[in-house]
């Protein structure tokens, strides 16, 4: 029998009974436990390792999860190395049950190099962390990965005010201090609890001790906040969980101190601190080591860049959005003699650079005006106020629509944040139904008449928003053209009629279809029709739609 296990460059599979009594034996399982199929077939695998030195400790975590696989649950893990070894030595273990011949149950026990489940581990860490920029469903995929493959429960938590979008930097790294920190004299952790993942042997009920979206203040003595403060992990224990969670709600929670090893792993990103992780092992587990502490800091980095990712999203989107709602507006006003209704809807992904206005002129007209700015998030937004509000100036100074595109390309031309942006701009006079109208590069406006015919209307081409230079100034011509009676005159941006499976123009003929479908209701029930109708096409980019109808 050999003092230790040798270092095994391939798993080593050993067939079992529920009970640990070794049914199957291969050569790969000989070299490593130093047994012949004789010797070992029969034996209780407790037994041959409590023979071996240091092996007493891996008896009792093999047999709960041999018991846990002959119930149906897959278990996996790392036990002692027996032989004396170092600190953060051990045998990767996973248990499967499977149906032998005879239909009885059996386990099948993989054994590993002590660097196989780890890598195993990151690797599906990489596949399925970060499938999105959306922060709870990222930090669910981080808890996912790591329960119960690494650890009996797991949670993430981050900064309250990352998530308050406070303007402040978040605490670097090792700084300590600071609002929000926490420990060495810093001031208490403020994180939010964003994921949390527990066996399935603890009682449901935990969910509902420890709910997602919890905000929580821990005091600088806490390991929590020594993590935060220190950027370093910090080992503990059940116990230490026990008195804080008492001494924060005054009350105790059942099984809690089945969790006896705990680690609070730093979530660092780009140099800052954006929270922690939280992995803790029960009872009949092995402690966490030193490999363990190892493979929980690359597991941490991993998910921290991605939790970077997903805060900064949050940000720049919820900036975009906040932006967007206050340029776009609300309300319109209809003349008398037209009706008016108007949808914006965001894009999913984030947001675009959409817009639209009715600027009320002298005689009961109006100034229409669409537009999109290439782009999303805060930089096409940005560029999208800039350009409405230079196009409301310039349309209630009564401009030719034509000339409203000319100043509009000239100002587009200093604005850095737009590359360019097409638009539509239209005065209608309601009394005569009559439309003057010059487009940059937009979509042509559709036209729904009350025979149940649809039509473009009138739009002559022209070049896009701040495409042309100095040398070679655009000219945008002016056309004229009579909105019939009873008909319907749509204006809308490319969201609602351009997707992967259809081009632009097969977009535009499903529109003047929906709008031929819907043309019964009011302008406001149109809308609906259309939208409801084009709803495959909505999410991917910005919808803007504006219908206007004489009455």
Known sequence: MPERLPRQAAPVTVLLTPDGRITGWSEGAARLFGRRAGEAVGVSLADLLAGLPGGDGAAEPLMGALKRAAEGRPWSGVLPLPGGAGAGDGLSVACEPMTVEDGATAVALTVSPPWAGGLELLSEAGRRIGSTLELHPTAREIVEVAVPRFADAGAIYVLERLLADDDR????????????????GGGPAVVRRLAVAFAEDD????????????????????????????????KFGGDTVQRTLAHRTGRLIEGLLDHVSLLAVPLVARGRALGFAVFSRKRGRLPFAAADAALAAELAARAATCIDNACLYRREHRTATALKSSLVPAAIAAPPGLEIAHRYLPARS??????????PLSGGRIAVVIGDSVGHGVTAAAAMGQLRVAAHTLASCEFRPAEVLERLDAIAQDLHAAQFATCLCLVCDPATRRCEVACA????????????????????????????????????????????????????????????????????????SALVASR??????TADGVLALLSDQRGRDDIALLLIRPV
């Not at 984030?350 to 600027?359: A, I, K, M, P, Q």
């Open 520 to 525: 019964s209701g009011t302008p406001e029930e």
């Open 203 to 234: 009682p449901r009920g935990w969910s509902r001790e420890f709910p997602v979206n919890e905000v929580i203040v821990y005091p600088p003595s806490t390991p929590y906040a020594r993590c935060l403060a220190t950027g370093r992990m910090v």
């Open 350 to 359: 984030g947001v675009g650079g959409d817009w639209y206005d009715v600027v």
């Open 441 to 512: 590069g937009h979509p042509p406006p559709l036209l729904a008449l009350p025979d149940g015919t649809a039509r473009h209307f009138a739009a002559p081409r022209g070049l896009p928003l701040g495409v042309s230079d100095q040398a070679h100034p655009p000219e945008y011509e002016q056309v004229t053209e009579t909105i019939p009676a009873g008909a319907t005159l749509a204006l809308y941006t490319d969201g609602l009629v351009e997707s992967r499976r259809r081009n632009v123009d097969e977009g535009i003929a499903r529109l003047a």
């Open 169 to 184: 930097p978040a605490t670097e790294a090792g700084g300590g201090g600071g609002d929000g920190g926490g420990g060495d």
